[in-house]
T-cell receptor, first 111, second 112 residues
């Protein structure tokens, strides 16, 4: 399974756009890129998943360049409630029998 | 709310004791996965149950064991507790081993 590298932490202010980049140099042909969000003392929550180019949903956008060796989670106009840890995972589409979480990126949003 | 419920929410045990954690899966889900999350770390996969059979296991010793019942709820048992077992234990249910997982809020276990 491909290893991922993310920044340990990021700070932002309310209303700003936040971009969190994940590096996954050894991504395999069949691998998808999935992002989860986790609030303190809660389980992770699926945010978005993609294979290539761009995916957008009501919460976020995911940008994946042609070589797929990295990806960027974009959160538009963050609010205080977006303060959380964000995990980038690489593997089969859902892969629930072997979700491999790294240490994630701790996003702190300030007023 | 994901519909996945775990009990208890918090638990304190003494080193050497045994503990059982419980998880009720979301309606219609037949697969339950368990994760251990130490403070400041990402969740680590323990094992998965699919239709009452173990369907994959992570790098955890045999004193971590599990069970899935006919209604697809599940238990995680840990014997001979060690201080390093202190963690948030998460349960995730899905409609199959390769379907989106929905996590519960976890059980915070403290071993003293």
């Amino acid at each position: 399974l491909a290893k991922t590298t993310q920044p340990i932490s990021m700070d932002s202010y309310e209303g700003q756009e936040v971009n969190i980049t994940c590096s996954h140099n050894n991504i395999a042909t069949n691998d998808y890129i999935t992002w989860y969000q986790q609030f303190p003392s809660q389980g992770p929550r699926f945010i978005i998943q993609g294979y290539k180019t761009k995916v957008t949903n009501e919460v976020a956008s995911l940008f994946i360049p042609a070589d797929r060796k990295s990806s960027t989670l974009s959160l538009p106009r963050v609010s205080l409630s977006d303060t959380a840890v964000y995990y980038c995972l690489v593997g089969e589409a859902y892969n629930t029998d072997k979700l491999i979480f790294g240490t994630g990126t701790r996003l702190q949003v300030f007023p | 709310e994901t519909g996945v419920t775990q009990s208890p929410t918090h638990l304190i045990k003494t080193r050497g004791q045994q503990v059982t954690l419980r998880c009720s899966s979301q309606s219609g889900h037949n697969t339950v996965s368990w994760y251990q999350q130490a403070l400041g770390q990402g969740p680590q996969f323990i094992f998965q149950y699919y239709r009452e059979e173990e369907n994959g296991r992570g790098n955890f010793p045999p004193r971590f064991s599990g069970l899935q019942f006919p209604n697809y709820s599940s238990e995680l048992n840990v014997n001979a507790l060690e201080l390093d077992d202190s963690a948030l234990y998460l349960c995730a249910s899905s409609s199959g081993p390769q379907a989106e997982a929905f996590f519960g809020q976890g059980t915070r276990l403290t071993v003293v």
